[in-house]
């Protein structure tokens, strides 16, 4: 089993930034490729930005390219949102989610664990 923890969500004005994060336990062998999707009130989840164990393969949803940046500090066990010129319609439940196989996928049905999600507001 591995287990997901996200932090860093919070409050943050229209331009701003936050940095959210994912820290992974347990079978962290496991999470060769991490997600992050977020979930607005009444809308779908969404992918948001995925990357590969190494690093070397990273995904962004059209509408955060150039803003968002994914990362990741295996030795940690950790990966990294980093969220910048942030709008309102970025305001969701930020959820990061692992699966155990090496291909980098955008749909929430190829990841097999999932974190509980932290909050994002932005405001105008």
């Known amino acids: 089993q591995v287990q997901l923890v996200e932090s860093g969500g919070g409050l943050v004005q229209a331009g701003g930034s936050l940095r959210v994060s994912c820290a992974a336990s347990g079978r962290t062998r496991s999470t060769y490729t991490v997600g992050w999707f977020r979930q607005a009130p009444g809308k779908e989840r969404e992918f948001v930005a995925a990357i590969s164990r190494s690093g070397g393969n990273i995904y962004y949803a059209d509408s955060v390219k150039g803003r968002f940046t994914i990362s990741r500090d295996n030795a940690k066990n950790t990966v990294y949102l980093q969220m910048n010129s942030l709008k309102p319609e970025d305001t969701a439940v930020y959820y990061c989610?692992?699966?155990?196989?090496?291909?980098?996928?955008?749909?929430?049905?190829?990841?097999?664990?999932w974190g509980q999600g932290t909050q994002v507001t932005v405001s105008s």
């Open positions: 989610a692992a699966r155990g196989g090496p291909s980098v996928v955008t749909g929430p049905t190829g990841y097999d664990y």
